[in-house]
């Protein structure tokens, strides 16, 4: 059964960085495109960065240049460093996994992504 497990969210004030990862288990998905989207409260959820399998990022605008993500492939887990954080960052983050092996396009969209984790509050104070 694929699981994927985010952790490192938490308060922090304006500024500030966080890391957070996502440890998946139940599959490999080194061949496969990670991603991260976030969903503030009242709005729907967004994305945020993705990697694919030969580890080129893209970002949302919003967090370009901000924002970072990685990938160990030999943990099977994915990171998203968020530096100069803003109060309108404050979300749960979500990981997901595309379950296609070695897509190379571009996947931004919910629909592009077959597994999800549970979420993981950041926060974001000003």
């Known amino acids: 059964q694929v699981q994927l497990v985010e952790s490192g969210g938490g308060s922090v004030q304006a500024g500030g960085s966080l890391r957070l990862s996502c440890a998946a288990s139940?599959?490999?998905?080194?061949?496969?495109?990670m991603g991260w989207f976030r969903q503030a409260p009242g709005k729907e959820r967004e994305f945020v960065a993705a990697?694919?399998?030969?580890?080129?990022?893209y970002y949302a605008d919003s967090v370009k240049g901000r924002f970072t993500i990685s990938r160990d492939a030999v943990k099977n887990t994915v990171y998203l460093q968020m530096n100069s954080l803003k109060p309108e960052d404050t979300a749960v983050y979500y990981c997901?996994?595309?379950?296609?092996?070695?897509?190379?396009?571009?996947?931004?969209?919910?629909?592009?992504?077959?597994?999800w984790g549970q979420g993981t509050q950041v926060t974001v104070s000003s």
């Open positions: 990697m694919r399998w030969s580890d080129m990022a």
């Open positions: 997901a996994a595309d379950k296609r092996i070695g897509y190379s396009g571009v996947a931004f969209r919910e629909k592009d992504y077959d597994y």
């Open positions: 139940g599959r490999s998905f080194s061949r496969n495109v």
